[in-house]
């Protein structure tokens, strides 16, 4: 069974304050694993798609990397408007008619102090 | 245009009520699906419908009923639902190719149902 772990759950940072989170992923086979941002009640926000080990992918203050076992998102320099939960979903390589499941982790909610 | 609808934002409903859910894409995805969220949980998949034929079924009460009339639109009907069905109704979208589906999956903005 895929399995997507998130940690941490909850991290509070100072405005400037660079960090990373972490996703680390169980599948049998990785087609593509994908990053969200996502608002309290708004549906999430599509972010990056990484496909093999070794990538990866920049957007402003954002960065993911990808491994065989875990991704990173780096944030560098938040500002108060990247506070958002981050999702991390993965999706295997399963070639089923049809088979376009999603697995996500809990994710992680970001806070960024003024 | 990576933009897909949701009618309405917000629904408050009785036990008794029937009311339906609409999501409408113009991207050409040929994949289309229903999660459901509860507060501080990740979505979690109840349907998926590759091209306009119904592919996923997670075990959804039979109280939610999928529809797919055309490629662009989704309907989520819903019938004699239950308070702990309240939730964040997200509809999605993505590519689907051949034998399997693959890139990312688009979010609508998600309805807000309330059951009393």
């Known amino acids: 069974e895929d399995q997507v772990t998130q940690s941490p759950e909850a991290l509070r940072l100072q405005e400037g304050e660079s960090s990373s989170l972490n996703c680390s992923y169980t599948v049998s086979g990785l087609r593509g694993l994908f990053w969200y941002r996502q608002d309290p009640g708004k549906g999430p926000e599509f972010l990056f798609t990484?496909?093999?080990a070794g990538e990866e992918k920049e957007k402003e203050r954002l960065k993911a990397t990808l491994t065989k076992k875990e991704s990173f998102l780096h944030i560098t320099a938040p500002k108060p408007e990247d506070s958002a939960t981050y999702l991390c979903?993965?999706?295997?390589?399963?070639?089923?008619?049809?088979?376009?499941?999603?697995?996500f982790g809990t994710g992680t909610r970001l806070t960024i102090i003024p | 245009d990576t933009e897909v609808t949701q009618t309405p934002k917000h629904l408050v409903m009785g036990m008794t009520n029937k009311k339906s859910l609409k999501c409408e894409q113009h991207m050409g995805h040929r994949a289309m699906y229903w999660y459901k969220q509860k507060a501080k949980k990740p979505p979690e998949l109840m349907f998926v419908?590759?091209?306009?034929?119904?592919?996923i079924n997670e075990s959804v009460p039979s109280r939610f009923s999928p529809e797919c009339p055309n490629s662009s639109l989704l309907n989520l009907h819903l019938h004699a639902l239950q308070p702990e069905d309240s939730a964040l109704y997200l509809c999605?979208?993505?590519?689907?190719?051949?034998?399997?589906?693959?890139?990312?999956?688009?979010f609508g903005p998600g309805t807000r149902l309330t059951v009393l």
């Open positions: 999605a979208s993505s590519q689907a190719q051949g034998l399997a589906a693959y890139n990312e999956q688009f």
């Open positions: 990484l496909y093999s």
């Open positions: 979903a993965v999706q295997a390589s399963q070639v089923n008619f049809g088979n376009e499941k999603l697995t």
């Open positions: 419908y590759s091209y306009e034929k119904l592919s």
